[in-house]
């Protein structure tokens, strides 16, 4: 089993920047894949990003364009999400999640966290 705790999150006017942040336990969390996917109000969850166990690869979603790095302390199993020039379609409840292999499929995921707001005001 896996356990995914989140921080971070909030409302940030449009061209602020959020930090999130998800400390991962558990037997496998360190051979996992972590990232992030959220799920916009009426629309199915999608990946924004993604970094596998080592931190050596990562992967984000068509509409980050930039904007979000993801980074991991393997030592300490987190992942941080830093979020910069917001904008007010970014506002979704974005969850972590762990997954044995590399995949850009919001449905293979397997564990998930409780899921943290980020609003964004225009």
């Known amino acids: 089993q896996v356990q995914l705790v989140e921080s971070g999150g909030g409302s940030v006017q449009a061209g602020g920047s959020l930090r999130l942040s998800c400390a991962g336990s558990?037997?496998?969390?360190?051979?996992?894949?972590m990232g992030w996917l959220r799920q916009i109000v009426g629309k199915e969850r999608e990946l924004v990003a993604r970094?596998?166990?080592?931190?050596?690869?990562?992967a984000y979603g068509d509409f980050v364009k930039g904007r979000f790095t993801i980074s991991r302390d393997s030592a300490k199993n987190t992942i941080t999400l830093q979020m910069n020039s917001l904008k007010p379609e970014d506002t979704a409840v974005y969850y972590c999640?762990?997954?044995?292999?590399?995949?850009?499929?919001?449905?293979?995921?397997?564990?998930w966290g409780q899921g943290t707001q980020v609003t964004v005001s225009s």
């Open positions: 999640a762990a997954v044995k292999l590399p995949t850009m499929r919001a449905d293979d995921w397997r564990y």
């Open positions: 558990g037997r496998t969390i360190n051979t996992s894949t």
């Open positions: 970094i596998n166990w080592d931190g050596t690869n990562t």
